[in-house]
């Protein structure tokens, strides 16, 4: 940010009064533009025991698998979001059953919240944002070829709770290391 979006003079990069870490504030009229994470919302969506993974055909991580999903939108929920974006990603219709996992990645300040859902039917293809659409069963997975950790940790934890059919809310931090990304269990996940 180099400008105030309240009156158009330059910012800069301070930690104001009362509080514990740098912002862009504008000298001129005191305001103080905060930053916060973008919220990725999508599904998690079954058919029996198949799961729906859409094979990206955008960057970032082209040509690898994920579940549906993608960054809100203003004046949406997070529900709707994550039902649009699987519409987006794979034409696919999906009722939403709950919310299964959240996970923070403070590295990128993003926050992912995924849904447990049911398809409703098998009319689905690739959207603009997808080379392929598939469902998968547990067994086919294409683990080493899925392109977000988030994703590889929300079906980790979804196919071991399948068998119990409970479905907890999952929560954890995705840490970047050197070598690579470590899950952090949140409260009840260890």
């Known amino acids: 940010m180099k400008f105030c979006c309240w009156c158009g003079e330059p910012v800069v990069r301070k930690i104001p ?41 955008i960057e970032p991580r082209r040509g690898y698998w994920t579940l549906p999903a993608g960054f809100m939108e203003l004046d949406e929920t997070s529900i709707e979001g994550a039902i649009r974006e699987t519409w987006e990603e794979a034409t696919a219709r999906v009722e939403v059953q709950g919310l299964y996992s959240m996970f923070n990645l403070p590295h990128i300040n993003q926050v992912y919240i995924m849904f447990r859902s049911r398809l409703l039917d098998l009319d689905f293809r690739p959207g603009q944002e997808s080379e392929d659409v598939q469902l998968f069963r547990e067994e086919d997975i294409p683990w080493d070829d899925l392109a977000f950790t988030t994703i590889r940790q929300t079906l980790r934890f979804y196919f071991q709770d399948r068998p119990s059919n409970r479905y907890p809310l999952r929560t954890g931090n995705i840490i970047r290391e050197s070598n690579g990304f470590r899950f952090e269990p949140g409260p009840g996940d260890g």
Do not use: A, M
């Open 17 to 57: 009064q009362q509080d514990d870490r740098p912002r862009f504030v504008c000298e001129r009229c005191d305001v103080v533009h905060y930053e916060n994470p973008k919220i990725v919302t999508g599904c998690l969506p079954v058919w029996e025991d198949r799961i729906l993974l859409c094979k990206r055909s």
